[in-house]
C-alpha cells in the first residue's frame, strides 16, 4: 500500500470516528438544553431549525462534494492549478449564497414567525442567521481538503462546532433565560453561529499553515492544460451538487410544514397558544432528539458497507454483493428492535431520568409520544441503511423519490389528525413514523430489484425479534423490581437499560444472531 494510499485511509478512519462522536453529542446536545429552558424555550429552539435546515441545504449541501470530485479529479491528472481553480471558484459562489440565505431569514424572521404561530421566536431566527453565512464558507474548505483526500480538517472542524454549540450555547441558554423563554433559546442559537465561526478559524489555520506546500504542487502543474472559464466551472459544479441539494431538501421542508401546521393546528382546535407551543416542543424537542440516537448507531455502521457495496456492483461480484445487502438489512434490525423495545416499556423513566424538569401531564404525554414514535426508530434504521446500500449501487435518485413520496404521505396523515382533539399532536408523530415506514419499505423493495438481496427469515428478522423480546422481558420486570427497593428512578432506570444491554448481547452470542464472519464483514475484513 503506497503511502498516499495510507494517508487517506487513515484520514477516512479519523473522519469517521469523529464524525460518530459529532452525532452522539449533536444527539444529546437538546437534553440539557431543554432542562435549561423549558417547554416554552425548546418551542422557540424547534420551530427555526426547519427553516434553518432548509436554508442551510440552498447553501451547503452538495458542494462539498461536488468541490470535492472536481479537485480530486484535476488532482489525478497534475492540474493542481485547476484544482485551485476549482476552490476559489467555489468560494465565490458560496460567498454570495451565504450572504443571501443569512439576509433572507433576517428579513423573513418576523413573518416566518407569525407564519408559525409563534411571533417571539422572530429573535431566535434572527440569532441563528449568521451562522447560514459561515457554513456556506466552510463548505468551500471542507470540500477542497476532501478532493485532496485531506479528511482530518473536516472531523476536527465538525468536532469544533459540536463543542462550540455544545458549551457556548448552554451558557448563553442559561445566562439569556431570565429575559424570557424565547431569549434562552436565542442564547443557544448564537452559540450554534459562534460555533461555526470556530470551525471556520480551526479551517482557515489549518489551510494557510498549508497553503506553501500547495503553492508548490500548483507550480508544477502543467503549462500545457488549458484553463477552464469561471462559467464553465460554475456550471459543473451545479449540476453535481443541484440533485444532491434536491434530495437533502425533503426532509426539512416536510419539517418546515410540520413547524407550520402543528402549533396553528391545535390552536385551531381549541388550545391556548402556550398549551399548543408546549406540545410542539414536547415533540420536536424532547422525543425527536431521542429517536435519533440509535440512527446514529446503525448510520456509522451502515457507512462501512457502502465502500464494499460499491466495490461488489464494479466488479459485478453480484453474490457478495447480495450477501452484503442483506447484512445491512440485518444491521438496521439488530440496532432498531432493542432500542423500540427499550423505549416503549421504559418511556416514562427514561424522559423522567433525562428531562427533570417535565412533571405531571407534561410527563405523561411525553412518555406517549415517545411510546408512538418509538416504531419509527425501526424503520428509521432500516431506511438510513437501505438509502447507503441504494447510493452503494449508483441508484441515488431511488430514496430521495420514496422519502418523498412519504414525505406526502406525512403531511396527509398529520394534517387530519392534528385536527382531532382526541388525538392533537399525537397526529404529527402518527405522521413521522408513516412517513418513514412508507420511504423504508419502497427502499426495501429497491434494493432487492436492484441487488438481488434475500432475505433470510430465520436470521435478519426472527432471531433479531426474539432476542429483543428476551431482553424486554428483562426490563419489563427488572425495573419495578429495583424501584421498589430503591425508590429512585434514575438508579432503577439506568440498571435497568445496563441489563438490557448486557441480556440483548448474551441473547445474540447464545442464539448465534451475530457471527464472527459478520463481524468481520461489518469491519470491512
Known amino acids: 500500500m503506497s503511502n498516499k494510499t495510507k494517508n487517506f485511509v487513515k484520514g477516512a478512519a479519523v473522519l469517521g470516528i469523529i464524525g460518530l462522536v459529532v452525532k452522539v453529542i449533536g444527539a444529546v446536545f437538546r437534553i440539557p438544553l431543554a432542562n435549561i429552558i423549558d417547554t416554552q424555550g425548546m418551542a422557540n429552539y424547534s420551530i427555526v431549525y426547519p427553516t434553518y435546515a432548509l436554508l442551510l441545504v440552498i447553501s451547503s449541501a452538495g458542494m462539498p462534494v461536488a468541490i470535492a470530485k472536481m479537485v480530486s479529479e484535476r488532482r489525478a491528472v497534475d492540474d493542481y492549478a485547476g484544482a485551485k481553480q476549482v476552490f476559489t471558484t467555489s468560494l465565490k459562489l458560496l460567498l454570495v449564497l451565504g450572504v443571501f440565505t443569512t439576509a433572507l431569514l433576517f428579513a423573513i424572521s418576523g413573518v416566518l414567525a407569525k407564519a408559525q404561530g409563534m411571533p417571539e421566536a422572530s429573535v431566535t431566527y434572527m440569532a441563528i442567521a449568521p451562522a447560514l453565512f459561515f457554513v456556506a464558507i466552510i463548505s468551500a474548505y471542507r470540500g477542497y481538503f476532501q478532493g485532496m483526500q485531506m479528511m482530518s480538517p473536516t472531523g476536527f472542524s465538525q468536532l469544533v462546532e459540536q463543542l462550540g454549540k455544545l458549551f457556548v450555547g448552554l451558557w448563553l441558554a442559561k445566562r439569556l433565560l431570565p429575559l424570557g423563554p424565547q431569549y434562552g433559546a436565542m442564547g443557544a442559537l448564537i452559540g450554534v453561529s459562534v460555533s461555526e465561526v470556530l470551525a471556520l478559524g480551526l479551517l482557515l ?3 494557510y499553515t498549508k497553503k506553501p506546500n500547495f503553492d508548490l504542487e500548483i507550480a508544477q502543474t502543467n503549462p500545457s492544460i488549458p484553463t477552464i472559464r469561471q462559467r464553465a466551472l460554475l456550471k459543473e459544479l451545479l449540476i453535481i451538487a443541484i440533485p444532491i441539494m434536491i434530495g437533502a431538501c425533503v426532509m426539512p421542508i416536510v419539517m418546515w410544514i410540520d413547524s407550520v401546521i402543528v402549533v396553528r393546528g391545535l390552536e385551531n382546535i381549541g388550545f391556548a397558544h402556550e398549551a399548543a407551543a408546549d406540545k410542539f416542543a414536547l415533540l420536536s424537542g424532547y422525543v425527536n432528539s431521542l429517536i435519533n440516537m440509535p440512527a446514529v448507531l446503525s448510520l456509522a455502521l451502515a457507512m462501512s458497507l457502502v465502500p464494499a457495496i460499491s466495490s461488489y456492483k464494479k466488479k459485478g461480484e453480484t453474490e457478495k454483493l447480495r450477501e452484503q445487502s442483506g447484512m445491512g438489512l440485518k444491521i438496521a434490525l439488530l440496532v432498531g428492535l432493542p432500542a423500540a423495545m427499550g423505549y416503549i416499556l421504559l418511556a416514562k423513566p427514561i424522559i423522567h431520568l433525562l428531562y427533570h424538569n417535565l412533571e405531571g401531564q407534561k410527563l405523561d404525554e411525553t412518555a406517549i409520544l415517545l411510546i ?13 441503511t437501505m438509502t447507503g446500500i441504494l ?5 441515488v435518485q431511488v430514496p430521495v423519490i420514496n422519502l418523498a413520496i412519504g414525505a406526502v404521505v406525512k403531511v396527509v396523515i398529520s394534517l387530519l389528525l392534528i385536527r ?15 412517513c418513514y415506514s412508507v420511504a423504508a419499505i419502497l427502499d426495501v423493495i429497491a434494493v432487492i430489484r436492484h441487488t438481488g438481496m434475500r432475505i433470510d427469515w430465520l436470521n435478519q428478522i426472527i432471531k433479531p425479534v426474539g432476542c429483543s423480546v428476551v431482553m424486554g422481558v428483562v426490563v419489563y420486570f427488572l425495573y ?19 441489563a438490557g444491554v448486557v441480556v440483548y448481547g448474551g441473547a445474540l452470542l447464545l442464539t448465534k444472531t451475530v457471527t464472527k464472519q459478520e463481524m468481520a464483514a461489518i469491519r470491512g475484513k
Open 205 to 207: 489555520i489549518i489551510y
Open 480 to 498: 419495578p423490581f429495583l424501584f421498589g427497593i430503591t425508590t429512585s428512578n434514575t438508579v432503577s432506570a439506568l440498571a435497568a437499560i445496563l
Open 420 to 434: 382531532i382533539p382526541e388525538i392533537n399532536v399525537k397526529g404529527a408523530a402518527l405522521g413521522t413514523v408513516a
Open 372 to 384: 408512538i414514535m418509538s416504531a419509527g426508530v425501526i424503520v428509521l434504521t432500516l431506511l438510513q
Open 391 to 395: 447510493q452503494g449501487v449508483g441508484k
